[in-house]
């Protein structure tokens, strides 16, 4: 289950990157300015919005330790701020001062990176904001790039569709042609999937581009016998180009942004679509999961960043109405008629039910003669087709169980009172303080260490149990 917690509408512009550290989320746009939150309230910090960028701000990240946040712009600089108070650490000017598209931090925190409009790389020592090593891509521009897990090797991908992959002393060592039209991002999963029979690791690499394409590679680090990539499978969903993607921080998922609009979140191992979003209503550019935690958010040209809270309790491959759990077939949007429609295999008529403005009780009051005659669906096969679809919800509603994501994870009753806790997730306070008084300071659900005891009122949540409840007493 996927349910939307919180949006963000603070950006002027579009959106064209977040990212988590573990205690806020960095959101930056075309209006010029880099956004911090609190994790889990979602307030602003004080000193957000950070101003000094001249030009759009492409891509922002944090350090490993959260202490630093990068961002990179238009202006042909990288900016470097102090998360504690937004002071401005240094600015990096790139190479011949062009357009910086991406930035990121290696995993060990000695050097970022950043990848220019001129297919110009810079790193950068992370202790002097000194140029460490810079170079080239052959074509194109440098618009993705990606930190193996140990920071010795790294991956970029150019508007060319090259994959490049070099050590950390700038030497390219392998290069690969992914996508045709250009790729637009990549990421690297921190955890292995497989051992060499030299004691060497796989890790799965996701790649996607203008072609509408999602690759998975596995991919060899080995300092000694240099790289290997083999290219694993190709994720199909989305029906135009794909402009972000991500894994989660434990690798067992991928979420990926598209010109469709849509948000796809995908089962690693299987491949399989786990969600669809549709909630965006321009397109999708960027998605970022928080560390240690299921956590999502996904930014977008319509100025917004959704935040969505992920529950893997339950299989839940193939679903995609992510509405119909939590809200009542009835309070349906015409929005999420047609994410039903889509989900059920009926696509093809999301047009004729938007331009009828079919929400969800027009939808349960269809039958056979309005299909036939406001409708003007001719084929019979059809009518009964959508009928028979509709009738499934009918049924459904009938025999309501709570949705999952009302449970409190602990004592799996409907929460009366959730509060949002360190690591992202929602419990009942009384049975989340009972956790905490009994020493125990890890999460219920992820069994990490809790970086903060503190309980956050989730008051999104607690209006949508309400509004569930209610539509039961009708």
């Known amino acids: 289950m996927a349910t939307l917690i919180h949006t963000l509408s603070d950006h002027s512009?579009?959106?064209?990157?977040?990212?988590?550290?573990?205690?806020?989320?960095?959101?930056?746009?075309?209006?010029?300015?880099?956004?911090?939150?609190?994790?889990?309230?979602?307030?602003?910090?004080?000193?957000?919005?950070?101003?000094?960028?001249?030009?759009?701000?492409?891509?922002?990240?944090?350090?490993?330790?959260?202490?630093?946040?990068?961002?990179?712009?238009?202006?042909?600089?990288?900016?470097?701020?102090?998360?504690?108070?937004?002071?401005r650490l240094a600015v990096l000017g790139q190479p011949h001062t062009s357009p910086v598209r991406v930035c990121r931090f290696s995993p060990r925190d000695t050097c970022l990176l950043s990848g220019a409009a001129d297919g110009s790389v810079a790193l950068w020592n992370t202790h002097s904001w000194k140029l460490y090593r810079s170079g080239n891509v052959k074509d194109g521009s440098l618009?993705?790039?990606?930190?193996?897990?140990?920071?010795?090797?790294?991956?970029?991908?150019?508007?060319?569709?090259?994959?490049?992959i070099w050590d950390d002393k700038m030497r390219c060592l392998y290069n690969e042609k992914a996508h045709d039209l250009g790729v637009t991002c990549c990421d690297?999963?921190?955890?292995p999937v497989s051992d060499c029979e030299n004691g060497s690791k796989y890790f799965q690499m996701a790649s996607c581009g203008q072609?509408?394409?999602?690759?998975?590679?596995?991919?060899?680090?080995?300092?000694?016998?240099?790289?290997?990539?083999?290219?694993?499978?190709?994720?199909?969903?989305?029906?135009?180009?794909?402009?972000?993607?991500?894994?989660?921080?434990?690798?067992?998922?991928?979420?990926?942004?598209?010109?469709d609009k849509c948000v796809i979140i995908y089962e690693t191992s299987t491949g399989n679509t786990l969600h669809t979003l549709s909630q965006h209503?321009?397109?999708?550019?960027?998605?970022?999961?928080?560390?240690?935690?299921?956590?999502?958010?996904?930014?977008?040209?319509?100025?917004?960043?959704?935040?969505?809270?992920?529950?893997?309790?339950?299989?839940?491959?193939?679903?995609?109405?992510?509405?119909?759990?939590k809200v009542a077939v009835e309070d349906w949007s015409e929005d999420d008629v047609s994410v039903w429609l889509c989900a059920e295999g009926l696509p093809d008529f999301v047009g004729l039910f938007k331009m009828n403005n079919i929400d969800g009780k027009e939808l349960l009051n269809l039958t056979k003669e309005s299909l036939a005659n406001e409708l003007k669906i001719e084929s019979l096969g059809l009518r009964s087709k959508v009928l028979q679809k509709i009738e499934e919800l009918?049924?459904?509603?009938?025999?309501?169980?709570?949705?999952?994501?009302?449970?409190?994870?602990?004592?799996?009753?409907?929460?009366?009172?959730?509060?949002?806790?360190?690591?992202?997730?929602?419990?009942?306070?009384?049975?989340?303080?009972?956790?905490?008084?009994?020493?125990?300071?890890?999460?219920?659900m992820t069994n990490l260490p809790l970086p903060s005891l503190v309980l956050i009122p989730n008051r999104t949540l607690k209006m949508a149990i309400n509004r569930w409840l209610e539509t039961q007493h009708k």
């Not at 701000?57 to 042909?76: E, I, N, Q, W």
């Not at 560390?291 to 309790?313: C, E, N, Y």
């Not at 929460?415 to 009994?438: C, F, N, Q, T």
């Open 13 to 87: 512009n579009d959106v064209n990157c977040c990212a988590f550290s573990s205690s806020c989320l960095a959101t930056c746009s075309l209006d010029k300015t880099v956004r911090v939150y609190s994790l889990g309230t979602w307030a602003e910090l004080p000193y957000s919005p950070l101003r000094g960028h001249a030009y759009a701000v492409h891509c922002c990240c944090f350090s490993p330790s959260g202490r630093v946040l990068a961002s990179c712009s238009t202006d042909g600089t990288t900016a470097l701020w102090d998360v504690r108070d937004g002071h």
């Open 143 to 164: 618009v993705a790039c990606a930190f193996s897990p140990n920071g010795n090797f790294f991956v970029t991908g150019s508007s060319r569709g090259d994959l490049t």
């Open 188 to 191: 690297i999963s921190s955890h």
């Open 211 to 259: 072609d509408n394409q999602i690759k998975l590679w596995l991919i060899l680090f080995a300092d000694f016998l240099g790289v290997e990539l083999k290219y694993k499978c190709t994720l199909s969903g989305h029906s135009a180009p794909v402009l972000a993607c991500a894994f989660s921080y434990d690798g067992q998922m991928l979420v990926s942004g598209s010109v």
């Open 281 to 325: 209503t321009r397109y999708v550019t960027t998605c970022a999961f928080a560390p240690h935690s299921h956590l999502l958010a996904t930014g977008s040209m319509d100025k917004t960043v959704h935040i969505w809270q992920l529950d893997l309790k339950q299989p839940c491959a193939g679903h995609t109405v992510e509405n119909e759990a």
């Open 394 to 444: 009918r049924m459904t509603r009938t025999s309501v169980s709570v949705p999952d994501e009302f449970l409190c994870p602990i004592t799996r009753e409907l929460m009366k009172d959730p509060v949002i806790a360190a690591d992202g997730y929602s419990y009942e306070r009384e049975a989340m303080e009972r956790w905490i008084s009994s020493k125990r300071r890890s999460s219920p």
